[in-house]
């Protein structure tokens, strides 16, 4: 969503995604999980946030294999393979 004014996208307030996902199963996309290793402004909060709620017991998380496999990909171009097996943990 953009704002009519200042054309700058609205995000949603980790206080909003725990209303939006307590007691729920959430797919966690690709995405989800670079912006949080890669910390990418502004969403590694909002993706931290939601990691947290997982980790509590607030929600359920379903990460994908093709989530996964994307994921390994840049530590395997850069050579890290113990990364990459971490990810894969």
């Given at each position: 969503?953009k704002?009519?004014?200042?054309?700058?996208k609205?995000?949603?307030?980790?206080?909003?995604?725990?209303?939006?996902?307590?007691g729920?199963?959430?797919?966690?996309d690709?995405?989800?999980?670079?912006?949080l290793t890669?910390r990418?402004?502004?969403?590694?909060?909002?993706?931290?946030?939601?990691?947290s709620?997982?980790?509590?017991?607030?929600?359920?998380?379903?990460?994908?294999l093709?989530?996964?496999?994307?994921v390994m990909?840049?530590?395997l171009?850069?050579?890290m393979?113990?990364?990459a097996?971490k990810?894969?943990?």
């Amino acid at each position: 969503m953009k704002s009519e004014k200042s054309g700058k996208k609205n995000l949603l307030r980790p206080s909003d995604l725990e209303n939006l996902i307590l007691g729920k199963r959430v797919l966690i996309d690709t995405n989800i999980i670079i912006y949080l290793t890669d910390r990418i402004w502004p969403y590694e909060e909002l993706s931290r946030s939601l990691f947290s709620l997982i980790e509590e017991g607030q929600a359920e998380g379903v990460i994908s294999l093709v989530s996964v496999a994307e994921v390994m990909q840049g530590p395997l171009k850069m050579g890290m393979q113990d990364k990459a097996l971490k990810v894969r943990e």
